[in-house]
């Protein structure tokens, strides 16, 4: 039963290929919905009024109901995020027709002017607060024109002057409503968005440093790990260790021990090209991420920021702080997994401190 629903579903709903619920995947079902039901029931109207012998009106409300099924077949058809603004189109002009058509013939009894109440929610909804004004000014200028114009000559049905007044006026109301409404939703959505990107960048920096932290650096890594295989480029990693730190801490302070990362970070920072990364990879190692290097090259760099770093002075309350770094050099081999890479950079970083540290170990191959 429940795989028959799924099955049912996907049917029903375009393929958006897991996409992420987001503002357009919302926009695409909720388009797909409205042609579905706007279809069904322009059918069931359509048989209806071929029951009632009324062929014209059956004409019409099967053609709807044609258009609406239309909308469907466009998002299942082709690629729904480039058609779905095609859909909604459609979807919109045959609602304005529907509704003109309902204000001139008056529908059932005279009750037909009251769909036209559907067209300011769906216009400002599927195209925008502005184009959605557009569409129901310019549908609102037309259905004036026909009620006014010439105490009803353009009009089937007849309806009171105070009927024709109050259904502008009412009709304008919703469409005001709707427009705020419309602006609130995009505001509060460009706030989410923002607060989301904000999330999503302090999720991968390091507070301290404020270099990318080891979530972030992961993500930079696989990224450059797979460009650089499509294209064939070199990558190298280079992990790098603050040598006894531990003593830092213990003779300086705590405080001592931050200011030195912070002041490290800053020293990489400067010592690397625009195209490198460094991130605060945990506690006192950093990682650095060097795009298009060979070995040689980023062996070249490491020393090159082993000997600023030793050359450097940490100075913290008036005292002096002995630092150097220790580092691990490797070059990514396409044989090898974004994991092993790291691990040889990890094991050269342990070669250079056992090693006696102050140094720099490179794979070599
Ligand atoms: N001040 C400060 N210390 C930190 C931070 N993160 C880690 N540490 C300290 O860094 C020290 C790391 O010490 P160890 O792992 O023993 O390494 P080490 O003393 O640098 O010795 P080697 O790496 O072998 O040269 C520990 O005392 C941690 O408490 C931090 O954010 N701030």
Redesign the pocket.
């Known amino acids: 039963m429940r795989s028959f629903w799924g099955v049912f579903v996907r049917w029903m709903t375009p393929d958006l290929q897991d996409r992420e619920v987001d503002e357009v995947s919302n926009k695409i079902y909720l388009i797909n919905l409205f042609g579905w039901v706007g279809a069904g029931i322009t059918l069931v109207l359509g048989v209806n009024a071929i029951f009632h012998q009324n062929l014209f009106l059956a004409g019409c409300l099967l053609l709807v109901s044609f258009a609406y099924l239309m909308v469907y077949v466009l998002l299942k058809v082709f690629n729904p995020e480039n058609t779905y603004v095609y859909s909604a189109s459609l979807i919109l002009s045959v609602l304005c027709i529907l509704m003109v058509y309902l204000v001139y013939t008056g529908g059932v009894a005279n009750t037909g002017p009251l769909w036209i109440y559907l067209l300011p929610p769906v216009a400002m909804f599927f195209t925008g607060m502005k184009r959605g004004l557009v569409v129901v000014g310019v549908f609102t200028v037309v259905v004036w024109f026909m009620l006014l114009y010439r105490d009803g000559a353009l009009l089937k049905a007849s309806y009171p002057v105070e009927f024709k007044l109050r259904l502008l006026y009412s009709f304008l109301t919703v469409a005001f409503l709707s427009a705020s409404y419309e602006f609130s939703r995009q505001v509060a959505l460009r706030h989410f968005q923002r607060l989301n990107d904000q999330f999503q960048r302090q999720a991968q920096k390091d507070f ?1 440093t404020d270099l990318l932290n080891r979530r972030g650096m992961m993500e930079a890594i696989e990224r450059e790990y797979h460009r650089s295989r499509r294209f064939d480029h070199d990558m190298s990693l280079v992990l790098c ?7 830092v ?1 213990d003779q300086y302070g ?1 405080e001592a ?2 200011y030195v ?1 912070k002041r490290l970070a800053s020293v990489l920072l400067e010592e690397l090209r625009g195209q490198d990364q460094v991130s605060r990879w945990g ?2 190692e950093f990682m650095i991420l060097l795009p298009e290097t060979d070995a040689s090259n980023a062996e070249y760099l490491a020393e090159r920021l082993r000997l600023r770093v030793q050359q450097t002075i940490f100075e913290y309350n008036g005292q002096r702080i002995p630092v150097s770094i ?1 580092l691990g050099v490797c070059k990514a081999d396409t044989n090898e997994s974004v994991a092993d890479v790291i691990r040889e950079a990890d094991k050269h970083l342990y070669m250079a ?1 056992d090693s006696g ?1 102050n140094k720099v170990v490179t794979k070599r191959r």
């Open positions: 301290l260790d603050v040598d006894y730190f531990k003593r801490n705590h021990g931050d990362l506690g006192e220790s401190k540290r």
